[in-house]
């Protein structure tokens, strides 16, 4: 099993490039041009694979797979005061915490 078995993989469609590109978030530098989907999504595999073989070999640590590392649910964030004051104010509005009023606008909801 490779390192890259358990990472992050996207397909997308690029007008620009007008074909589908296949991108990987632990190599964001790293990306795969293909006419169909598919074979945006295998080629974008392949290539982490053989970059992730040629790190190994060369003695470097390939990155983390994202899926495979332990979130504790935290982290922090620095707002001015202003609007940290205007979130605490509708948090209270709508009878939530502030925890739970971020916590649902980063989610998008």
Do not use: C
Not at 18 to 38: H, I, K
């Amino acid at each position: 099993m490779s390192a890259a078995d358990h990472y992050t993989y996207r397909v997308h469609w690029s007008a620009e490039d007008e074909e589908y590109v296949g991108t990987v978030a632990e190599l964001p530098s790293v990306s795969w041009l293909a006419q169909d989907r598919l074979e945006a999504f295998i080629g974008i595999q392949r290539a982490a694979e053989e970059i992730v073989a040629e790190m190994q070999l060369s003695g470097e640590v390939p990155p983390a797979a994202i899926a495979d590392k332990h979130y504790s649910g935290k982290f922090q964030v620095r707002v001015p005061e202003e609007v940290h004051r205007r979130l605490a104010v509708r948090a209270a509005e709508q009878g939530v915490s502030l925890n739970a009023l971020a916590s649902s606008r980063l989610a998008g909801v």
